[in-house]
């Protein structure tokens, strides 16, 4: 059976987690330009590119997760 969704909480969790990932996408390229070369690629690409949308994948999973069970 399907639960009735709040329009409230998901525009808030939706606008939380777009805060978050446009801070760490903004924090690499501002905060290590001079961080050096990791496999080829400049230090802030892997934070900016990479694990700003993994970590924002990964909170997206727990927050439905979390709604789901809770």
């Known amino acids: 059976m399907m639960q009735e969704i709040n329009s409230v909480a998901l525009a808030k969790g939706a606008l939380g987690l777009t805060a978050v990932y446009f801070a760490l996408w903004l924090i690499g390229p501002l905060w290590f330009a001079d961080g050096g070369i990791w496999y080829g690629l400049p230090l802030w ?24 069970h809770g």
């Open 45 to 68: 690409f892997w934070l900016s590119c990479v694990l700003a949308p993994s970590l924002l994948s990964l909170a997206v999973w727990c927050w439905l997760r979390e709604k789901r």
